[in-house]
Nanobody, 121 residues
Framework: VQLQASGGGLVQAGGSLRLSCTAS???????MGWLRQAPGKERESVAV????????NYADSVKGRFTISRENAKNTVYLQMDSVKPEDTAVYYC????????????????WGQGTQVTVSS
């Protein structure tokens, strides 16, 4: 599965940004997630969504501010980022895995080229 993320950029603190990720083929068999990695920090799982979209999980640091969703018919997953903070600055990666736990643990089978998100204070 090839994954292409887009939508990153520069945003002011308190603002919003929407990331999108399109898969190269039908990804209804996979859970999907967004990971991020800031300079000098470990990669972390930000948000995960199940194959059907019926279950989601979020890192404590983004709960209530970020929303993950998916459109299987379009092979696309989204990350709506609201009330962003400077500490959200990182490269964000789209990820896919048949194992939900692997996504939660930030060790997916597939992940794509990242998109930079920079939040200014």
């Amino acid at each position: 599965v090839q994954l292409q993320a887009s939508g990153g950029g520069l945003v002011q603190a308190g603002g919003s940004l929407r990331l999108s990720c399109t898969a190269s083929r039908t990804f209804g068999y996979y859970g999907m997630g967004w990971l991020r990695q800031a300079p000098g920090k470990e990669r972390e799982s930000v948000a995960v969504i199940s194959k059907s979209g019926g279950s989601t999980n979020y890192a404590d640091s983004v709960k209530g501010r970020f929303t993950i969703s998916r459109e299987n018919a379009k092979n696309t997953v989204y990350l709506q980022m609201d009330s962003v903070k400077p500490e959200d600055t990182a490269v964000y990666y789209c990820a896919a895995d048949s194992s939900y736990s692997d996504l939660l643990n930030a060790y997916p089978d597939y992940w794509g080229q990242g998109t930079q998100v920079t939040v200014s204070s």
